[in-house]
């Protein structure tokens, strides 16, 4: 069992939250995050490099001197991929690197992450973010009270908060998700996750059901 302060806005300890990581993930396998990680990326990628065959360069086809005689190798159109200016021989096209992992494994994958985030100790815990309009100086000066400034870190919060996902949206380094959308890349890929009760709450049962 994994004991975690809560903090409010302010900084200061306001409770403790008790949840056990073995719960969220008896095993943490590094083989399932890092084959979902790696699908996560491969999606991100626009796949929008080409380059031109030789039907595709301009220049003439015409014989460039005659077969026999001249002393040279023999050679034919301007355009081979031999020759400078020529199209490329395998010749790159726009595709995509979309593909899905089992929709059971990639929901595991995102409860290993979360329970290793935990055990590693770099997991935050605030008792709630409420804001009455969007105020991106208080969301900062929250986070710098909790000790987070500088770092990248995932704020995981219950919904979606539209006044919270503008408060944070220029703050460098931090990215705002509902706890819903969250996934192993999400996770991994900052220093830090903060996370409200209410979201953790939702965790827990998830992992339960």
Same mark, same amino acid.
């Given at each position: 069992m994994t004991i975690l302060p809560?903090?409010?806005?302010?900084?200061v300890k306001v409770g403790d939250y008790e949840i056990d990581p073995q719960v969220l993930a008896p095993k943490v396998s590094k083989q399932l995050l890092h084959d979902v990680v790696v699908m996560y990326l491969a999606n991100q990628r626009q796949g929008s490099n080409k380059t031109k065959t030789r039907g595709e360069v301009s220049g003439s086809t015409k014989k460039m001197y005659k077969q026999k005689g001249t002393g040279n190798a023999r050679a034919g159109s301007k355009r081979s991929g031999v020759r400078r200016g020529g199209g490329h021989i395998n010749a790159r096209q726009p595709r995509s690197y979309y593909y899905r992992l089992p929709r059971k494994a990639i929901q595991a994958a995102t409860r290993m992450a979360i329970a290793s985030k935990i055990s590693a100790g770099s997991v935050v815990v605030v008792d709630q973010i409420k804001m009455d309009a969007p105020k991106t100086k208080l969301l900062a000066a929250a986070l710098k009270a909790m000790g987070l400034e500088g770092q990248t870190k995932t704020l995981a919060i219950g919904g979606l908060? %539209? &006044?919270?996902?503008?408060?944070? %949206? &220029?703050?460098?380094?931090?990215?705002?998700?509902?706890?819903?959308?969250? &996934?192993?890349?999400?996770v991994l890929r900052p220093k830090k996750l903060i996370m409200t009760r209410e979201a953790l709450d939702w965790i827990k049962a998830r992992a339960s059901a």
């Open positions: 809560v903090y409010d806005m302010s900084g908060d %539209r &006044n919270v996902y503008l408060s944070g %949206r &220029n703050i460098e380094g931090l990215v705002i998700s509902p706890v819903a959308d969250l &996934n192993a890349l999400t």
